[in-house]
């Protein structure tokens, strides 16, 4: 076999989750709260939410964005939890509106490099590994929709 032969065949093989892998969201709000961090939200999705708490754009942006370099991220409270995570029913106060990143979770690329990442991710998240089954093609549409 030539060197070009093995490079095809290892292009070709399937990532570790290749049968699919569970998740069922259960809302806990586990995953919008934790250490600070980002989620990097563009123009559509900044307008949905305001759409969504009956804002305008600019209104929303002034209250709930902040600037980080070229890039922009929802605001967080000191603790790290996001600014759209009601702090008493621990829910997203705009759920159906929410960024790519946060409709995308768990199917991140952080969390499906390694067979351990994800289950670090099953540990911090308890719809990760139980529930409905995401095919192989779900998990890829999702993970390449942003890349976090």
């Not at 065949?9 to 961090?37: H, I, N, V």
């Not at 902040?66 to 829910?91: A, F, H």
Request: hydrophobic share 30%; charged share 30%; with cysteine.
């Amino acid at each position: 076999m030539n060197h070009s032969d093995q490079n095809s065949k290892q292009s070709k093989k399937k990532p570790w989750y290749a049968d699919g892998l569970q998740f069922t969201c259960t809302q806990c709000g586990d995953c919008c709260s934790g250490e600070p961090g980002f989620v990097w939200v563009d123009q559509d999705e900044i307008d949905a939410m305001a759409e969504a708490m009956e804002l305008s754009s600019a209104a929303f942006e002034k209250r709930f964005i902040r600037q980080v370099g070229t890039d922009r991220s929802l605001v967080e409270y000191p603790d790290g939890d996001c600014i759209l995570l009601d702090p008493e029913t621990r829910k997203c106060s705009v759920y159906q509106s929410r960024p790519i990143q946060c409709r995308t979770w768990p199917f991140w690329d952080s969390n499906l490099k390694t067979k351990r990442d994800w289950k670090e991710t099953c540990e911090v998240c308890p719809g990760a590994g139980v529930g409905k089954v995401y095919s192989f093609e779900e998990i890829e549409r999702a993970r390449k929709e942003k890349s976090v």
